[in-house]
């Protein structure tokens, strides 16, 4: 049933203020209870129910605003003295000393600590406490432990435009620091006021950078020297060379001239082995790879032009995207190029075209890594378009081992340096994939989203626990691997290397076959040419076409004859 | 006293024993086996050290107390017996 109230109100109150009294409470509807319509229900007997006599509590979360700490250390110089002793003065602080020694709470003080202190450094002498107990005993086999990488530290770039980081190294003592070349890669988008710094980070410190390297143009590479660790390297965004040393500051060494440096980016800078510890060389887009000698950055030592057809026209070269060179093959150095072809080349070379010495191509795009695997240098890993590939250096036509290829476009890759048949790559999308593949051939044994925008490169720390990966904004995040995926499995060398033959020899008898199968195809083409030779007849198509006509022709002209003459001979036979 | 002089001699004299000294509340130090400014530092650095875990005992348990403090680092061990007015230091390189 409804309840109504009605209320009435005159047209020219509305809009009225509202005058408010006091009134008595008025009953406005009393509903009884009703006993019939308790029989529609049914009555429940247990009745369970929930009761908790506690007080109710609630959680919140909040997220305090990131506090910017520095660490500090104080130097103590001077102990409390009392007023009336002056602390230079010798006298004074003698006697000072001579008082509290003859103090009585100061003798009894000292007996009893003294005979605390003999207890201990008694128990010290005894026996060491920390001393490896079990080192003979073999190393516990590895458990099947997953496979797993979590993230120890994020550095951001601390700048208000981000960059992307573009490259990362290792600082070559111990680790500790690491070097993020950041620049804006994308064809004339840097924005107006991006900073061209780039930052040397400090392990323990990632809420500020160590040092900040500041370049005249933003740096896409930077390398540490192998040799001495106070020297870097950096390439250019507009094809100069850079050298710093930490300990000089923040600005530019040594600067290569503009009109001897490279055209384009400088996107490949590798240190050489030599005995000065001063010779690099580095690579660019414009399809050079120069030689230098950082003590005289003003002119290359060696220019060599990438251009496979060996006749040294800057407009053939290829543009080279990345470089490789293994100190234990010091003659021998790997382009990977922007058309998806790696050339290997030979330092020894008398002349530019013997300086080339192969090519391997099956890359769709341009190769953004390369490099030997540390163990067996015979077979190296590239990166480009979706996949990741490896090679042998013995089979030319094609890669030994390829992955699938991926959703999103791979950016960066490298051998795992403590595990023969492990290899990292990081993907446009954000993941890091990790390989093994003694372990998973089809798919990475370990994919981990590292962060939601791309990421472009990516660094193994030497150990080969530490990941370092840097973003497109600039965040360079470090993970640690589980101990499985660093440390070498028993066996793992060989079975690494037998997969390397296995490849490599299943490559060579595809290309055998294939070149059998060209050779007769070649063969089959030939033979055919000569049937033909043999038929002067007319092939052309207009001939054959008038000689049917010709032929058909002829017949209906017999038949018609013939009909003529049977008809003759019919009518002469009365 | 010269049970003070004994006690100390002895201990400088055990294996291994690097330096000794005496420091009282304020960070003087009273007697000292090494140099002024290593003396001070270990002083005023230990003496904080100290306090914070005579405090940190006391406050899990009130009726406890620290008798003697123990830092272990990778070039040798600290040792300190603390008092209510003065610290003996001992710092000691254990044998391995």
């Known amino acids: 049933m409804e309840i109504v109230y009605v209320y009435l109100k005159k047209r020219s109150e509305f809009g009225k203020q509202c005058n408010f009294s006091d009134r008595q409470a008025e009953l406005n509807i009393d509903i009884q209870p009703n006993p019939e319509l308790a029989e529609q229900f049914v009555e429940r007997n247990p009745v369970d129910t929930g009761i908790q006599c506690s007080t109710s509590m609630s959680e919140h979360e909040a997220n305090t605003e990131r506090f910017e700490m520095e660490t500090r250390g104080v130097n103590h110089v001077e102990g409390g003295w009392p ?7 010798l006298e004074q602080t003698i006697r000072f000393r001579k008082k509290v020694e003859k103090d009585e709470n100061y003798i009894n003080a000292i007996t009893q600590l003294g005979s605390i202190m003999e207890h201990c450094i008694k128990q010290n002498n005894a026996i060491d406490i920390y001393e490896e107990y079990f080192d003979d005993e073999d190393p516990v086999e590895v458990t099947e432990e997953a496979p797993s990488a979590k993230t120890i530290n994020v550095f951001r770039d601390p700048q208000e435009i981000k960059r992307a980081a573009t490259h990362l190294s290792w600082h070559p003592d111990g680790n500790r620091k690491l070097a993020v070349a950041y620049s804006c890669l994308d064809f004339q988008q840097a924005p107006v006021g991006m900073s061209f710094d780039s930052y040397i980070w400090d392990m323990e410190n990632p809420n500020k950078p160590e040092i900040a390297l500041r370049p005249s143009s933003p740096l896409v590479t930077l390398e540490y020297n192998p040799k001495d660790s106070h020297v870097l390297l950096g390439g250019c965004y507009n094809g100069q060379i850079a050298c710093w040393d930490t300990r000089k500051g923040s600005l530019v060494a040594e600067l290569s001239t503009i009109e001897f440096s490279h055209r384009d980016p400088v996107y490949g800078t590798i240190w050489l082995q030599s005995k000065t510890g001063t010779e690099c060389f580095s690579a660019s887009t414009d399809g050079q790879v120069m030689w230098w000698d950082i003590r005289k950055l003003s002119e290359p030592t060696e220019v060599l032009i990438m251009d496979i057809s060996k006749k040294e026209m800057l407009e053939n070269a290829l543009g080279a995207i990345s470089l490789e060179f293994e100190s234990t093959l010091p003659t021998k150095f790997m382009v990977g190029t922007e058309q998806g072809v790696v050339i290997s080349c030979n330092r020894k070379g008398k002349t530019p075209a013997e300086k080339i010495v192969c090519t391997f191509s099956g890359h769709h795009g341009p190769i953004y890594a390369l490099q030997r695997n540390p163990f067996y240098p015979k077979n190296f890993l590239t990166v480009g378009d979706w996949t990741a590939r490896i090679w042998s250096e013995d089979s030319r036509e094609s890669s030994i081992m390829w992955t699938k290829y991926h959703m999103a476009y ?10 023969p048949a492990v290899f990292f790559t990081t993907k446009m999308d954000g993941t890091l994939d990790i390989w093994d593949f003694v372990f998973k051939q089809c798919d990475p044994a370990l994919t981990l989203k590292v962060c939601d925008e791309a ?24 993970l640690e691997v589980s101990h499985g995926l660093a440390t070498l499995q028993r066996n793992e ?10 490849e490599t020899r299943r490559e060579k008898i595809l290309e055998a076959r294939h070149r059998e199968m060209r050779l007769k195809e070649k063969g089959k083409a030939e033979g055919k040419e000569e049937e033909l030779r043999e038929e002067e007849t007319a092939t052309d198509l207009e001939g054959l076409v008038t000689k049917a006509e010709e032929e058909f022709f002829e017949v209906i002209f017999s038949e018609l004859k013939r009909k003529e003459k049977d008809a003759m001979k019919k009518k002469q036979k009365p | 006293q010269t049970e003070v002089e004994e006690t100390l001699k002895r201990i400088q004299s055990h294996k291994g024993v690097i330096g000794t000294m005496v420091v009282n509340a304020e960070g003087i130090p009273i007697r000292t086996t090494l140099d002024n400014s290593t003396t001070v530092q270990y002083a005023g650095l230990l003496h904080q050290l100290t306090m914070k875990a005579r405090s940190t005992v006391r406050d899990i348990d ?22 209510k007015e003065y610290l003996l230091i001992v710092i000691q390189n254990p044998c391995e």
């Open chain 1, 410 to 419: 791979l950016t960066d890759g490298a051998w795992s340096p403590s595990r």
């Open chain 1, 455 to 478: 990421l472009f490169c990516l660094r193994v720390q030497d150990n080969g626990c530490l990941i370092a990966c840097g973003s497109r904004l600039g965040t360079t995040t470090l």
């Open chain 1, 83 to 89: 007023k009336d002793v002056n602390p230079l003065e």
């Open chain 1, 493 to 502: 060398k060989n079975i690494a290397s037998s997969v390397f033959e296995r």
């Open chain 2, 62 to 83: 009130p009726q406890n107390d620290l008798t003697f403090l123990r830092i272990r680092s990778k070039k040798h061990e600290i040792m300190v017996a603390p008092d």
